[in-house]
C-alpha cells in the first residue's frame, strides 16, 4: 500500500513513517522543504513539496497530521489565522489531489485519516466527553471545526474518512513533555492554577497505532477520539511526572500568572475535557499504555 502523509517529518510522522515502512508499506511524505526534513525520516520516503506532485504515483491511503504548533506564540489574530490556514490549507490539498484523480480516472485512494485534536470539544469541566458530546464554542473548538470540514469533500468521491481528535502527545523528544521536563528536572514543576481541568493524552506509539488502525479498518469512519482511557487532571498529571522524575511538584502557577503571559492562549492550560476513546474501544482497538503511569515508566 502507498501511504500519502502530511505533517510526516512532524513528532508523529517520524514514529508513523518508519511503522508503515515496517510493515511492508510504501510511504510518501509531503513538505515544503523536502530538503530539509529528509534527515528526519527513513531514506525509503518519497518526499515531495506537494501533495499534487504525487498525482503519477496516486496513494491508496492519506494520513493528514500537517499544522502549525498551536501553543507555538501568543494568540494574535494574524497568529489565529495563521493557525488555520496551517490545517485547513493542507487539508485541502488533500482533497484537490483526490478530486484530480476522480477527474482523470485514475484510482482514489481508500482511506483519509484527518487530523484534528481535543480542542474541538472546547472547556468541557468535569463532564466526561465522548464523541457525540456538543462542544464548548471557543476559539479552539473554531479552528477544529474548519480544519475538521475541510475533509468532508472527500466523503463525496467515495473516500472513506475517520478524523482523529488527538489528545496531548507524550513521548520524550518533543510533544508536550518537551517544554514540561526541564522545570520538572529542577524541582520547580507544579500544577497550573487549580489543577482540577482534565488533560487527555496518549503515548506516541499508542497514537501511531491507533492512525494504522484507522488505515486498514475498512468500515471505520467518523469521528474518533485520539486519547488514553484514563484521563487526569492537571493536578494528577504533574504529580505523576514529578514522582516518575523523583522531584518534587511544590510550585503551581496561579491562573492569574498564566492569563497575564499568555493572554487567550491561557485557556490550552486551565481549560480541558475528560476525553474518552469511546469509539476506538468500541472496534477493539487496544491500548499499550492506557494509564499515565505505565506511559511515564516507558518513556523515562
Known amino acids: ?12 510522522g517520524q514514529r508513523l513513517c518508519p511503522q508503515l515502512i515496517a510493515q511492508g508499506h510504501d510511504v510518501q511524505v509531503v513538505s515544503r522543504t523536502p530538503h530539509k526534513v529528509r534527515g528526519k525520516l527513513p531514506p525509503e520516503c518519497d518526499i515531495r513539496d506537494s501533495a ?20 507555538a506564540k501568543r494568540w494574535s489574530a494574524e497568529q489565529k489565522e495563521r493557525l488555520i490556514r ?15 484523480l476522480a477527474a482523470n480516472g485514475q484510482p482514489l485512494p481508500a482511506v483519509l485519516v484527518s487530523g484534528s485534536a481535543m480542542g474541538y470539544y472546547g ?37 472513506r474518512l475517520a478524523i ?53 479498518g475498512s468500515g471505520l469512519s467518523g469521528v474518533f477520539n485520539g486519547s488514553a482511557p484514563h484521563p487526569v487532571t492537571n493536578a494528577e498529571f504533574t504529580q505523576a511526572l514529578a514522582r516518575q522524575l523523583h522531584r518534587p511538584a511544590i510550585f503551581p502557577v496561579p491562573a492569574l500568572v498564566l492569563k497575564a503571559g499568555f493572554g487567550e492562549m491561557s485557556q490550552l492550560l486551565l481549560t480541558g475535557a475528560d476525553m474518552r476513546p469511546a469509539r476506538l474501544l468500541e472496534e477493539g482497538f487496544s491500548f499499550q499504555y492506557p494509564t499515565l503511569s505505565k506511559a511515564l515508566a516507558a518513556i523515562f
Open 86 to 100: 496551517s490545517r485547513v490549507d493542507s487539508t485541502q490539498q488533500l482533497v484537490a489531489l483526490c478530486e484530480q
Open 164 to 216: 482523529l481528535r488527538i489528545g496531548l502527545v507524550l513521548e520524550a523528544g518533543g510533544g508536550t513533555l518537551q517544554k514540561m521536563v526541564p522545570p520538572f528536572k529542577l524541582g520547580l514543576g507544579g500544577r497550573f492554577g487549580d489543577g482540577q481541568q482534565f488533560m487527555p493524552w496518549v503515548h506516541r506509539d499508542d497514537l501511531v497505532a491507533a492512525i494504522i488502525f484507522l488505515i486498514n
Open 1 to 12: 500500500m502507498r501511504v500519502l502523509i502530511t505533517g510526516g517529518s512532524g513528532f508523529v
Open 123 to 159: 472547556d468541557q469541566g468535569s463532564k466526561v466527553v465522548n464523541e457525540a458530546t456538543p462542544p464548548h464554542d471557543e476559539f479552539a473548538h473554531r479552528l477544529c471545526a474548519q480544519w475538521e470540514a475541510a475533509a468532508k469533500p472527500v466523503e463525496a468521491l467515495g473516500v
Open 52 to 71: 499534487q506532485a504525487f498525482i503519477d504515483t496516486p496513494p491508496d491511503a492519506l494520513v493528514n497530521l500537517a499544522g502549525e504548533s498551536i501553543a
